[in-house]
């Protein structure tokens, strides 16, 4: 399975934006990005496939965050805008060959999360 490291997060005011970051370490996957903050489930964020062109967005998203893949495709990335205080959570990057497991909450490979907090 995937190896992934993720990285990127921090803290920013609110209507702010961050772009986090997920390296992979293994075959070609595809990766998604989920959240998890304190008492609350853990929630889908974005997916992205293979090719760097099909994604899918939690409804968390609201239009306010892109997921992209580098020329290389060995890095993920999750462009976030208008963020808001209840955008605050560990942000943690997930792989898997199989969609359905991966958008699904069951991925073959998850990586350590990054915290990101919004607060003023």
């Known amino acids: 399975q995937e190896q992934l490291a993720a990285s990127g997060g921090g803290t920013v005011q609110p209507g702010g934006s961050l772009i986090l970051s997920c390296r992979v370490f293994g075959r070609d996957s595809s990766v998604a990005w989920y959240r998890q903050a304190p008492g609350k489930e853990r929630e889908l964020v974005a997916a992205i496939d293979w090719s760097g062109v099909g994604t899918q967005y939690g409804d968390v998203a609201r239009g306010r965050f892109m997921i992209s893949r580098a020329n290389a495709k060995n890095t993920v990335y999750l462009r976030m805008e208008a963020l808001e205080p209840e955008d605050t959570a560990d942000y943690y990057c997930?792989?898997?060959?199989?969609?359905?497991?991966?958008?699904?909450?069951?991925?073959?490979?998850w990586g350590q999360g990054t915290q990101v907090t919004v607060s003023s």
């Open positions: 997930a792989a898997d060959s199989n969609w359905g497991r991966l958008v699904g909450g069951v991925p073959g490979s």
